[in-house]
């Protein structure tokens, strides 16, 4: 890790020079070493889920928002969504169903209601996840969120922001060969490059292992209390993978990496150019709950 | 399949019209985690709901795969997430879900939430399936080769792609060891050290060698010791070929265990 340690006030800093060098004032090299590495914010809080495995809409709505000021340098949530998404925008928000971990209805309707705020018309709002491609909101979409639960996948390795959007694609099985490697290729779908502007992945609930391929077992889930939210999808999931293998070994009591390997999040970054999956160049910023945090 | 399926069980109806996926279309039903079943040459999924009035609705899920070998395969990728149970067989049961195989099928039955009523309902469906399936169907020959007593039973998993066993196992860092061509596999943890035991059969011996002599050149440091490589960690990774088949025993704690190991493998091999 870079600077496993990043404090609220060196984040700033780092956010800071970046404008600085966006302003040309710096000399280019400043520029490059910007452009080499990626913020990603783990918020955290102890009590967002309750006893029986529901998110407390209050505090996560909080935690969402804090976390979004953070990723976008700005001075108060309301002005951090308003570099989310602009009043022209058509926006669809990628969600995940997944009955036995799907992404929060809270977190949902939280993104919902802050991109309305934000000056969205809500005709230009939609969340969805298997009918996106014949969602007449995401077929006209300037904008693009995405959200989804961090979970232990049979064939992939992890389910995370990246496999998320395999249902942009119209032949979802063309991804699978090998693991899943190339998942980082639908980020250069024509109707998906360069329209997220958010990625949040859910780690309230993670789940850290399956045998049963598409069954949930609750014995491998354990309550994490956080949100990774940031711009690099890559970097999400690199991160999430790490919290998830930490968890591994915690629970096998051995070195215990993910199987089967989830090489689609470096071969992302390596092969496909889509973020930063190098944790040298990842920056995280940590805020809110700390304990048992496992990176 | 359909005729497995009981109408109703202690109050539990069937609750919508079954349904039935071949081949690519279980992506349908679920995501990637089809090629799982995909990997263990799936032909056919049954999905039947039961519902009964306030209580966990029942799901059964029938998968017929073909032959009894792909369904003992597809028990084995899940061996060990609960305890047994006397359903089917190698029926486990655990956090409300059932699994087991007999002949060609490999059965679902699973609740969200447990409950005493719904767990009972749920295994006598389970039972009910197992006895209208009415033929046991054989395990996998290669089997046979395991010497009763020396691995841990639930360890056990039979696989014919390698993206499975990467799901359970990989090699120590350093060892390459080409997959290519083979025709199916068995990884099994031994008790005597909790090594693994790998044996691995190719389409063609050509690639059984091929592979052998990748493992060899690869991992092997000192040439006296044809066929077997020290790790990092101290343990040792032996490596033997017989005809179509390679045979490894890895993170072995002595030489001589991994050798006599290997070589009564070896002996038992069909």
């Avoid at chain 1, 199987?259 to 992302?268: D, F, G, S, T």
């Avoid at chain 2, 067989?89 to 956090?95: I, L, Q, S, V």
């Avoid at chain 2, 009972?120 to 009763?148: H, Q, S, Y």
């Avoid at chain 2, 066929?227 to 072995?252: K, P, Y």
Wanted: proline residues 5%; charged residues 25%; contains cysteine.
């Amino acid at each position: 890790m870079k600077n496993p340690g990043m404090t609220r006030r060196d984040f700033l800093r780092t956010t800071g020079v970046a404008a600085i060098a966006a302003s040309g004032v710096v000399p280019l090299l400043g520029q490059e070493e910007v452009r080499k590495s990626t913020n990603v914010v783990l918020i955290r809080h102890r009590s967002v889920v309750s006893g029986n495995g529901v998110a407390d809409r209050r505090i996560l709505e909080g935690m969402l928002d804090e976390a979004v000021t953070m990723v976008f340098n700005a001075a108060t949530p309301q002005e951090a969504w308003s570099r989310v998404v602009v009043p022209s925008d058509v926006v669809g928000i990628k969600t995940n169903v997944w009955r036995s971990l799907r992404t929060p209805i809270e977190l949902e309707e939280t993104l919902t209601n802050r991109v309305i705020a934000a000056g969205v018309s809500p005709e230009d709002v939609s969340i969805d996840d298997r009918g996106i491609l014949s969602n007449p909101v995401f077929q006209r979409a300037t904008a693009l969120i995405n959200a989804r639960p961090m979970r232990a996948h049979a064939w992939s390795g992890v389910g995370g922001c990246l496999k998320n959007y395999i249902m942009f694609s119209p032949s979802p099985p063309d991804f699978h060969p090998d693991s899943c490697v190339d998942l980082g290729a639908l980020w250069n779908l024509p109707n998906v490059k360069g329209k997220t502007r958010l990625n949040i992945l859910v780690m309230l609930t993670p789940q850290f292992h399956c045998l049963a391929p598409h069954h949930f077992d609750k014995e491998y889930a354990w309550t994490y209390g956080g949100l990774l939210v940031g711009k690099d999808p890559v970097a999400l999931d690199a991160v999430g993978l790490k919290i998830i293998e930490a968890k591994r070994r915690l629970y096998f009591k051995e070195d215990a990496p993910m199987r089967p390997p989830a090489k689609h999040i470096a071969a992302a970054e390596k092969k496909h150019g889509v973020g930063i999956a190098d944790m040298q160049k990842i920056n995280i910023i940590r805020l809110g709950w700390k304990e048992d945090s496992l990176i | 399949m359909r005729t497995f399926l009981p109408v109703s069980v202690d109050g539990w109806t069937i609750s919508e019209p079954p349904r039935l996926y071949s081949g690519k279309e279980i992506f349908e039903y679920m995501d990637g985690a089809g090629e799982v079943y995909l990997a263990y040459r799936f032909e056919r999924l049954l999905v039947q709901r039961y519902a009964r009035p306030d209580q966990e609705e029942i799901l059964v899920e029938i998968f017929d795969m073909g032959a009894s070998q792909n369904a003992f395969g597809t028990s084995t990728y899940m061996r060990g997430r609960g305890p047994g149970v006397r359903v089917g067989r190698d029926g486990e049961f655990k956090n409300g879900l059932l699994c087991f195989w007999r002949g060609r099928y490999y059965v679902c039955v699973k609740i969200e939430r447990e409950n005493p009523r719904a767990t009972r309902a749920l295994l006598t469906i389970g039972k009910m399936i197992a006895k209208a399936i009415g033929v046991d169907g054989e395990r996998p020959r290669l089997l046979g080769c395991l010497p009763a007593g020396a691995y841990q039973p639930k360890t056990v998993r039979y696989f014919f792609r390698e993206e499975i066993l990467n799901t359970h196992f990989s090699l120590p860092e350093g060892i390459l060891l080409p997959l290519k061509g083979i025709a199916e596999g068995l990884l099994v943890r031994l008790k005597r050290d909790r090594s693994h035991l790998l044996v691995l059969v190719y389409s063609d011996v050509a690639d059984a060698e091929s592979a052998y002599q990748t493992f060899s050149k690869t991992s092997v440091q000192d040439d006296s010791m044809a066929g077997i490589s020290r790790s990092q960690n101290g343990t040792w990774t032996a490596c033997e070929r017989i005809n179509h088949c390679l045979m490894l025993n890895v993170d072995a704690s002595t030489t001589k265990g991994a050798h006599d190991i290997l070589a009564t493998v070896g002996r038992r091999l069909p």
